[in-house]
Nanobody, 123 residues
């Protein structure tokens, strides 16, 4: 079992930055690939970034490439999402997710989810 708690969301102007945190409560954090997804009002859930257990391998879509960075600290059992050059279209609820397997971008492959944190980017 893994419990995930996100934090760090908020209101920011376009061009600004935010750093999201996701704290995991599990003895075996290194067994999990971690990911961030987001969901804007009226839209489906969108993949944002993922990182493998070691932190050596990451993947993200073109929509955030060069602006967002995912990282993890296994000692602190925490995964981070550094978001720079934010745009109004980045406005969404951001969710942290975990899966006991390899890195992936498909949301249905992740079995554990946090409650989400709101990110709002004003123009």
């Amino acid at each position: 079992q893994v419990q995930l708690v996100e934090s760090g969301g908020g209101l920011v102007q376009a061009g600004g930055s935010l750093r999201l945190h996701c704290a995991a409560s599990t003895r075996t954090f290194i067994a999990y690939a971690m990911a961030w997804f987001r969901q804007a009002p009226g839209k489906g859930r969108e993949f944002v970034a993922a990182i493998d257990w070691s932190g050596a391998n990451t993947v993200w879509p073109d929509s955030v490439k060069g602006r967002f960075t995912i990282s993890r600290d296994n000692a602190k059992k925490t995964v981070y999402l550094q978001m720079n050059s934010l745009k109004p279209e980045d406005t969404a609820v951001y969710y942290c997710a975990a899966r006991a397997g390899p890195i992936d971008y498909e949301d249905y492959k992740y079995g554990y989810w946090g409650q989400g944190t709101q990110v709002t980017v004003s123009s």
